[in-house]
């Protein structure tokens, strides 16, 4: 019912910067509250930020807190992860997912989201 497509991975050194973006399509965009999920090899799936409905409402992984930021253009059916300072560490597959849901509050479980992107690699070099 909505598809999800990841852009902007990519290498980069330590202490860098990547934006990630992830455009919606199939249904009304402003129905879903978005996540970004990360999965590093050999390692469960790891909530990253989330932004509710509106993105009046965001929530963040505590490893990641204070360097990444979630953002939402509800006109361009889009969501962002900004992520700053890198650290060898936030290596992994990035995942878009949506969850379409009335509640305007962002959510940070995984198995509320339904809705998955393909992944984007981001490998950050120490």
């Known amino acids: 019912q909505v598809q999800l497509v990841e852009s902007g991975g990519g290498l980069v050194q330590a202490g860098g910067s990547l934006r990630l973006s992830c455009v919606a399509s199939?249904?009304?965009?402003?129905?879903?509250?978005m996540g970004w999920f990360r999965q590093a090899p050999g390692k469960e799936r790891e909530f990253v930020a989330a932004?509710?409905?509106?993105?009046?409402?965001?929530g963040y992984g505590d490893s990641v807190k204070g360097r990444f930021t979630i953002s939402r253009d509800n006109a361009k059916n889009t969501v962002y992860l900004q992520m700053n300072t890198l650290k060898s560490e936030d290596t992994a597959v990035y995942y878009c997912?949506?969850?379409?849901?009335?509640?305007?509050?962002?959510?940070?479980?995984?198995?509320?989201?339904?809705?998955w992107g393909q992944g984007t690699q981001v490998t950050v070099s120490s």
């Open positions: 997912a949506a969850d379409l849901n009335l509640k305007d509050h962002y959510s940070d479980y995984v198995h509320d989201y339904g809705y």
């Open positions: 932004i509710s409905r509106s993105g009046t409402s965001t």
């Open positions: 199939g249904r009304t965009f402003t129905y879903f509250r």
